[in-house]
């Protein structure tokens, strides 16, 4: 069992790495919109596009990955999906699947996808990564297209045990014999279209129900009450987002009342959301001007970003603490 979950986590880690945002790369936003952002950029080398889009959703991490694994009915959610069915199961967390697209204006295609996901509950996500294959041979219809080049991801953050940030991340050639920039204007509304319809999705009974009593239940809730790993988790999120990664630890440490706050809640985001402010406020109290703290600390506007940048930030801007608190001061 250890093996495998050395293996697994091995896997986890190079699959992250491949798919991660590159610093080298330039994003661009194409669309915010109802708590959704979308990006797009080219893949250097290649004349591909790649797409990406975040937003916040208001459930447990284990319903989202109920819906996920609840394949046929991917067309109630996902982007174009006319059908799609389970061709290979390995185990609940990884199988090969067969889907067919029917998008507008461009010709109908199908793919073949290998989806593997991973637990990460130590630090408070999942990954699910999804890319073509042909480990399942399945025969293409007449007039349809099948799509060869296809990876990405979806990836949940644990932001409170009811809600979670969600990236989505799709690299794909939609093949055909249509120009690409034909292709590419329908597919960039993709991530959009996914995510507004998953962010539906989980309100659905029939997953909530069926989270009952996993195993991802069972130890996300026993993390979110344990204090030690509340604060790993925690630590983890915030340090991303600031420059002085000492100092932040520092206050970190200092606030066990904040910690065990968290903890006693099970894991409220509300109550997250209070703890992180008040460290984020403690962090930069300590290299402002004193005249300015009472000020910025009462900036709702501020407050507002700082709390924004968390909860969206996917790799395409990279923003700190310090960069909003140096727009907002005065000297």
Do not use: H
């Amino acid at each position: 069992m250890k093996k495998y979950c050395a293996i697994a986590m091995i896997t986890f880690v190079s699959v992250l790495l491949s798919l991660q945002p590159s610093s080298a790369a330039s994003w661009s936003k194409i669309k915010d919109s109802s708590g959704i952002k979308v990006y797009e950029r080219a893949v250097p080398g290649t004349d591909l596009m790649e797409y990406m889009g975040v937003t916040t959703i208001d459930a447990k991490m284990e319903v989202i990955g109920e819906v996920l694994r609840d394949v046929p009915r991917y067309n109630k959610w996902l982007a174009d999906c006319y059908g799609a069915q389970v061709e290979k199961k390995f185990s609940k967390n990884d199988m090969v699947i067969y889907m067919v697209l029917k998008p507008p204006v461009i010709q109908e295609r199908d793919i073949v996808l290998k989806d593997r996901t991973v637990y990460d509950y130590a630090n408070g996500n999942a990954l699910i990564s999804f890319q073509a294959t042909e480990e399942v041979k399945i025969p293409l219809e007449d007039k349809r297209v099948r799509v060869k080049i296809m990876n990405g991801l979806f990836r949940m953050d644990y932001l409170g045990r009811a809600k979670t940030k969600f990236i989505y991340t799709l690299k794909v050639d939609p093949g055909g014999d249509i120009p690409k920039k034909v292709a590419y204007a329908v597919m960039k509304g993709y991530p959009y279209t996914t995510l507004k319809g998953l962010k539906k999705m989980v309100n659905d009974q029939k997953y909530i129900k069926a989270a009952k009593g996993t195993e991802e239940e069972r130890e996300i809730d026993r993390r979110a009450v344990n204090p030690g790993a509340v604060e790993k988790v925690l630590t983890l999120r915030l340090m991303k987002y600031v420059k002085n990664k000492g100092a932040l630890g520092a206050v970190i440490a200092a606030d066990r009342a904040g910690i065990q706050e968290i903890a006693k809640s099970g894991g409220s985001y509300p109550v997250v959301e209070k703890v992180t402010t008040r460290i984020y406020t403690n962090y930069f109290s300590k290299f402002v001007d004193k005249s300015e703290v009472d000020r910025l600390k009462n900036n709702k506007k501020m407050i507002e970003e700082i709390t924004e940048m968390v909860l969206s930030d996917c790799g395409a801007v990279f923003l700190t603490v310090d960069d909003i608190v140096k727009k907002y001061s005065k000297k």
